[in-house]
């Protein structure tokens, strides 16, 4: 039995929990993992999955024959597939088994995370959903372009874009790799090149189109497999959410503490930052952005959002569930805890022994498969995004000035999307032994410190000017990165000093504002011919943005 | 109805809608933090009777409130969404 207080060994997995918002956010896995037993029941179902997603390829794959449907399905896609496809995009392998894991672990902490990637969304449907999709037709960058001058404003823009893409697909193959080796019992680069060829294979032949349904499927299985271990959890105490706790506090070492904040971070300006990376950062993501472009209007695109958000909320509350459900059915049991303990295969196994405690190797098959399917979701949904960003907004919009060659650019797009999928495959290995945690705080605090600022002032502010614009990115992109490598992840996790210049892990809460105020300071002071033309084009991209006509 | 409505001043009220929304969501999501500070015993205050900790309620609260002021946006901006024959007459 586990007795009080909180034991080392519930200690030593807090390394791990610390950084798993981050990983949730950029969906990698983390921390110890011990390599499984080859899991046939979990093979077998990744194989169906795999079969008829390389169907899906296949079909897409004639219905893609330009640019314009290789990016965005055609624009046909609808606001209740596209909802269900973004919350395939956005809901990782990590907040599944990570929030259930951090649950496990210190309790109801774990909601703070699952609120945190959740919050986005209506701000998303609010603030982005409508203007986003009556202006842009590729990429969030067409949208910040649109009234500024075109290379400086996507160089900038691109720039946020692939930074972003890159870190989360690092985080990702990471991620993959220990987590394929974790629940199949395949070696780690094997694990990475099979993501990185199936992706290859649905995005290079199948495009938006392909990824849509990759990630429509991955969604309902997800959700599926979700709603039967919170049913069975539930079943299990006559659905009855006060006895589910009390078992969990009496299985718990802490007992009652797993019901007080706190366990896991006891700082509310450390949760702020948190909070504010997370909310914002989901409204930079370029993969997710990119997604509003699929659907015909802007009245599906707020539909896209507020679908996707249903999806999300529902998947958080039941994660809730789960998690504590974790603490009933896996902690202590010794089928699944070693003698001193330890959860079996590394803390973030929590959710799948749970699978397995209440449905059996069928379940917990389904849910590996499930896990599996979700990274390639997620990563086919970046691969995309990249090679937008330098087919779409480098090559055919900067470098061809707006008039590419259309199979020229078909064909760079494919070209583009192989090469993604090799340097994931690189970047995977390179990094395989890398404290993945850092690469994935940056891509939440990038996106909100680059991309979001950028792109809510195009849309909503008239003194917007291209120089302030280009002040804001390097602002944010700079402290960003400035603030990570001198904050405790890097500073005191990889270089070794002892103590942080900077305490926070999320620097967001104090990037993002100074991104903003960098854009207003230089906005104001700009007073170049372009600027008034910047200042201009004002009015022409809100009628534009709120009617959907060019002015 | 028949009445063609002025579209700047649906612009104008869909981005007063906006504005409050969103200010009500970061209000209620930013108020979890204290949570983790000054309010950190409301939250682990139990619900009469049971376990459940008023962070959890106030969690769950969130989740749905969410979902619903998404709802009333959608409502809200479809009727201020300005159709066809009104758009044409504030290109002009």
Partial sequence: ?????????????????????????????DGEVERQSV???????????????????????????????????????????????????????????????LIYATGIDGMTLALAAFAGWPMMLILLSERVRN???????????????????????????????????IAQMVGAGKLIELLFGLPYEVAVIIVAALVMAYVAFGGMLATTWVQIVKALLLLSGITIIGVLVLYSVDFNLNELLRQAVDKHPRGDDILTNGVWIDDPIQILTLLVSMMFGTLGLPHILMRLFTVPNM?????????????IGYFFLLLIVAGFGTIVFVMGNPEYTDSAGKLLGGGNMAAIHLANAVGGDLLMGFMSAVAFATILAVVAGLTVAGSAAISHDLYAQVL???KPDPDKEIRLTRIVTLVLGLLAVALGIVFQEQNVAVIATLPMVVAASVNLPILLLSLYWSKLTTRGAVAGAIVG???????????????????????????????ALFTMP???LAIWIVSKMDNSKRAQEDRANFEGLVRQSETGRIA | MSTSRDVQTLIRKKNRLRVVMAII??????????????????????????????????????IFSFVIIELIYLKFAKDLDPKDEEVSHYAK
Avoid: H
């Fill in chain 1, 514 to 516: 100074a991104a903003f």
């Fill in chain 1, 1 to 29: 039995m586990l007795s009080k207080p909180l034991p080392i060994r519930l200690l030593s997995l807090f390394p791990l929990f610390l950084f798993s918002s981050l990983a949730l956010a950029a969906g990698s896995i």
């Fill in chain 1, 39 to 101: 899991n046939p029941t979990a093979i077998a179902m990744f194989l169906v999955f795999v079969c008829v997603t390389l169907y899906i390829s296949y079909w897409a794959s004639k219905r893609t024959t330009t640019s314009a449907e290789f990016y965005t399905a055609g624009g046909g896609i609808s606001g209740l597939q596209n909802g269900a496809a973004i919350a395939g995009d956005f809901m990782s392998a990590a907040s599944f088994l990570g929030i259930t894991a």
């Fill in chain 1, 477 to 507: 992109f700079v402290s960003a990165i400035g603030l990570i490598i001198v904050g405790p992840k890097v500073w005191v996790d990889i270089i070794g000093f002892e103590k942080a210049l900077f305490p926070y892990d999320y620097p």
């Fill in chain 1, 135 to 169: 202006l842009g037709k590729v990429t969030f960058t067409d949208v910040v372009a649109l009234r500024l001058e075109q290379t400086r404003t996507r160089v900038i823009a691109v720039l946020g874009s692939v930074s972003v893409v890159v870190m989360y697909l």
């Fill in chain 1, 299 to 311: 009245e599906e695109s707020r539909r896209s959002a507020f679908y996707a958000s249903v999806f």
């Fill in chain 2, 25 to 62: 969501i970061m209000a209620l999501y930013f108020g979890f933090a204290l949570g983790y500070g000054p309010l950190k015993a409301l939250f682990a205050e139990k619900m009469a009777g049971s376990l459940i900790p008023f962070g959890l309620v106030y969690f769950v609260s969130l």
């Fill in chain 1, 400 to 402: 061809c000035k707006g």
